[in-house]
């Protein structure tokens, strides 16, 4: 009877050969050992067992080819006792001889290699004796390039109506390589500024950012987003790829703690404030390290062509941090500064054993329809797989600087999914599909581990600013930034395109909101052609002395009495005077924390506040000699 192990594991040889073989795969195997076959299958599994005994074992497996001893020794030295055939693959491009077969694919006569393995799987006791001699496998190593061409080739065809033939060729379209490390660390600020300004929104329930939010961030985004908005030619093939950048910064910020959601709009936590005045480098890094995390969102679910995500396909989708952990290994691994295709990549990602997969059953995800249109089909669980590695490298790795990037507009970029059903009128199965080539920067190898500092790259950087006596402020040189000027609004009137002038009510405003005057001191310094003049030095000291000199000590309750007198014997009581004070002629102002203490005090006086609508009634006229009467006290 064959035994089974929850983990599939076959525990001893003579277990593999007596319960995973039948008699006719054990006299195949068996004719290797140059004996007579016996005809009992226990008999038989005895022969190959003696054959395997002592010594023996080293001499079959040096009989091996080396793509065979690459296959036993994959297994000796893994965490596992099953034979990975496409990790195998992606490393070594073509699978071990496993022995002749058929014209239908059937085994006909097993290779040597079947005495290490029975089902795929090596037995438990085989391995451990293996190990004491088999060498460890050579590491994965992936394919780099120096530099990239200047254009991918990329197939065609198309019918031809008049002859009735299908015509095919290749067409060159140009590379766009966009550099990162140095983009991200001026882009971080400006989209920081924006947020402060109040002018991002995201949805309370996906914290996307909304369309307005889109375009606004785009705005500041150094050259624009990926890809520049194109001319829809028809509503059934819009070609455009959509924000990618613009779509990132602000889920990577609320990942990462820079900002939180008050209203509908992000507001920077103290954290982002703290940012907006701390080397650049470091707060990437940790947003890096927090996007790893993160269930903000699911990458895959920017795949908009991908049905079910929010249904039932839903609970067959995997843990995120694995996937993405599994990509930074990976990552990790790469050497800096060299151009690595996508394709490439995927197959390293594999080969060196840090291959995942985003669904573990894919057939309720679809395209268009459910039932013909399912991924779950042959095919499409890969395409899934490679999509979201794709998704993560150019929106999430390439907007943190971690990776340069060279793309090709994503219409026609890829043409694997042509097999699927319900794709034919698709454009391009992601946005992220003209991404080509890639190579980690610097930045990226202090975020991955491969370095324990960054050296940061000198930015060169032009003066923008001239900040002149009269307080105005002055655009010079190139084209002020966008993250510039949403500054300037905060803390200055603007006058015309290219002047601002520093207003005291402004700055007040802005330090009202949070904002330390030293962070406008700091931007005008590190913009300003020249030194800041004394007159502006002065009016930003007086704004920080103003703004220090009236403090909120909190809610207080306003108490009315009958008249002045009694305010005044109130106020001056020993008994009460410590929880009050005078506020006019007939009120006192008790802070809310003595609230309870005044009232017990001012019962000692004699006295109590009155609740609700107090009516005092007219007082009579006294009669000669006649003393007042007692003071009463209203609410």
Sequence with gaps: MKRYYSDGRIPTLEVALTEHMNVGDLKKLAKYTNQNIPTRKADIAAVIKRFLDGERLKSVWQGLDDLQRAAVAEVVHSSSTHFLADRFVAKYGRSPNWGSTDKYGYPRMPSPLAFF??????????????????????????????????????????????????????????????????????????????????????????????????????????????????????????????????????????????????????????????????????????????????????????????????????????????????????????????????????????????????????????????????????????????????????????????????????????????????????????????????????????????????????????????????????????????????????YAIQVSDLVWRLDQAKLLATVEEGRPIDEVREFLTARSSVAIPDVVARLLDDVAARSTKIRDLGLARIVECADPALAALIANDSRTRRYCMLAGKRHLVVPASSEAAFKRALRDVGYLVATGEVKVAKPRRKAPGEKSAAHSVGD
Excluded at 122 to 146: H, Y
Excluded at 240 to 252: E, M, Q, S, T
Excluded at 294 to 301: A, F, G, M, P, Q
């Design 117 to 490: 393995f029975y089902g795929g799987v090596m037995p438990d006791d085989l391995k451990a004796r293996l190990k004491t001699f088999v060498p460890e496998p050579a590491q994965a190593k992936v394919n780099t390039m120096p530099g990239l061409p200047a254009a991918c080739e990329l197939p065609w065809s198309r019918w031809n109506s008049k002859t009735r033939t299908e015509e095919k060729g290749t067409e060159e379209v140009p590379l766009v390589v966009h550099q990162t490390e140095l983009t991200a660390q001026r882009e971080l600020p400006s989209v920081l500024r924006l947020i402060d300004s109040g002018k991002v929104s995201v949805s309370d329930k996906t914290r996307r950012p909304s369309a307005a939010t889109i375009k606004a961030i785009t705005n500041v985004l150094e050259g624009g987003d990926y890809y520049p908005v194109l001319p829809v030619k028809s509503k059934w093939r819009d070609e455009n790829a959509g924000p990618i950048r613009a779509f990132a910064w602000p889920l990577i910020l609320q990942a990462g703690g820079i900002a939180q959601l008050s209203g509908s709009k992000l507001q920077l936590t103290k954290a982002g404030r703290k940012a907006l005045s701390e080397p650049t480098a470091e707060t990437l890094h940790k947003l890096w390290s927090k996007w790893i995390d993160t269930t903000l969102l699911d990458e895959l679910s920017r795949i908009e062509c991908v049905k079910g995500q929010t249904g039932q396909g839903k609970r067959g989708l995997t843990a995120l941090s694995p996937r993405r952990n599994a990509i930074a290994d990976t990552l990790a691994k790469c050497p800096a500064g060299r151009w690595i295709s996508t394709d490439e990549f995927r197959r390293f990602v594999c080969a060196s054993g840090n291959d995942f997969t985003v669904c573990h059953n894919a057939w309720n995800l679809y395209i268009v329809e459910k039932h013909y249109g399912s991924l779950g089909y042959e095919g499409g669980a890969r395409i899934l797989d490679e999509r979201y590695l794709l998704a993560f490298l150019l929106e999430y790795a390439a907007t943190l600087g971690v990776i340069d990037v060279a793309l090709i507009p994503p219409a026609g970029a890829r043409s694997d999914y042509g097999g699927l059903w319900g794709t034919d009128e698709l454009v391009y199965f992601s946005r992220y599909d003209g991404l080509v080539y890639f190579r980690i920067t610097a930045l990226g190898t202090y975020f991955l581990g491969a370095e324990t500092e960054y050296q940061p790259v000198p930015m060169a950087t032009k003066p923008a600013l001239s900040v002149l006596p009269n307080l105005e402020i002055t655009a010079i040189g190139a084209e002020l930034g966008q993250g510039d000027r949403i500054a300037l609004d905060t």
